[in-house]
């Protein structure tokens, strides 16, 4: 790629990404006409459209949308590389991006971001909730660097590192402040009241019905949850009983609003782990990386 491709291509994805020439324009600080040559000379290499105009501005084509997901892996992966030899000795420099589920970034990783940056306050965090699968091709695309999640997590990249960092329990709770008419000793007594479980798709709540299973039952939720803080507020008000984290219940229990119950462990518990690519791997997201690993098994 020249030069004159490689600024055809930077044209092109911020048309792309703000769909206004004149947008564009003020962004790059160059002139309406000099973007709309821009954008016929790359059309005219590439030999098809790459934006049809409407009454809102620009739209991308069907072309223009699968160049986009090569051409924007290309610049994170330029981007990647320039700060990887910028940071190549530095430990207190640069901005980690990290993908996390809504429950571990607020729960988990809060407090180990807050310490690592007293260590190193030069270092920046950006934090991402999204699905696994989201924050999986983000990771494969570098735009960003690390993703904390639950096993089981696929990727297919041969870059691609994993780290077990901590295991967290589960439970079943319920607001006994509410509820307090509520006796469950056996897992045969959740039958009896409304249950606020995890998504049926999820990892979590697939293990947790495969548990149940084995001792033929079933369990049957009124709702179902999509996040952890959604089903906070449901176990909160009385609606029910949640299954999620017990550290979670536990890092909120302060006024012992909550009671849990375990069955002396005989749910399943779940994995979290680090997994980055090792290609651009930076000083510092190497170090936060074994920092958070050091102190989870603390």
Same mark, same amino acid.
């Given at each position: ?177 509410? +509820? ?96 980055? +690519? ?21």
């Amino acid at each position: 790629m020249d030069n004159r491709d490689f600024n055809l291509y930077k044209i092109f994805l911020t048309l792309y990404e703000l769909k206004s020439i004149s947008k564009t324009a003020n962004k790059l600080y160059v002139s309406q006409p000099a973007i709309s040559y821009s954008l016929k000379e790359l059309e005219s290499q590439l030999g098809y459209s790459l934006f049809y105009r409407n009454s809102k501005g620009i739209e991308p084509t069907i072309e223009a949308m699968e160049l986009y997901s090569y051409i924007s892996t290309a610049f994170n992966i330029i981007k990647s590389g320039e700060e990887h030899v910028t940071n190549l000795n530095s430990l207190n420099i640069g901005t980690i991006r990290i993908g996390a589920h809504s429950y571990i970034a607020s729960y988990y990783l809060c407090d180990f971001i807050c310490e690592f940056r007293k260590l190193y306050p030069g270092v920046k965090f950006e934090v991402i909730c999204k699905s696994t699968t989201d924050l999986i091709d983000l990771l494969d695309t570098r735009k960003i660097d690390l993703v904390i999640g639950q096993l089981p997590i696929s990727i297919n990249n041969k870059a691609a590192c994993k780290k077990m960092l901590t295991t967290f329990n589960s439970c079943f709770v319920y607001n006994k402040k509410l +509820l307090h008419n509520y006796k469950i000793e056996t897992p045969e007594d959740l039958t009896k009241y409304p249950l606020i479980l995890p998504n049926a798709k999820s990892s979590f709540r697939i293990k947790l019905d495969e548990t149940f299973e084995r001792r033929n039952l079933k369990l049957n939720s009124i709702v179902e949850a999509w996040t952890v803080e959604f089903m906070l507020e449901m176990i909160k008000k009385g609606a029910g009983i949640g299954f999620c984290a017990k550290n979670v219940v536990d890092s909120i229990n302060d006024d012992d609003t909550f009671e849990t119950v375990t069955f002396d462990n005989i749910l399943p518990t779940m994995d979290i782990c680090a997994v980055y +690519l090792n290609d651009f791997e930076r000083p510092v997201l190497t170090k936060f990386v074994e920092f958070l690993s050091e102190k989870s098994n603390n």
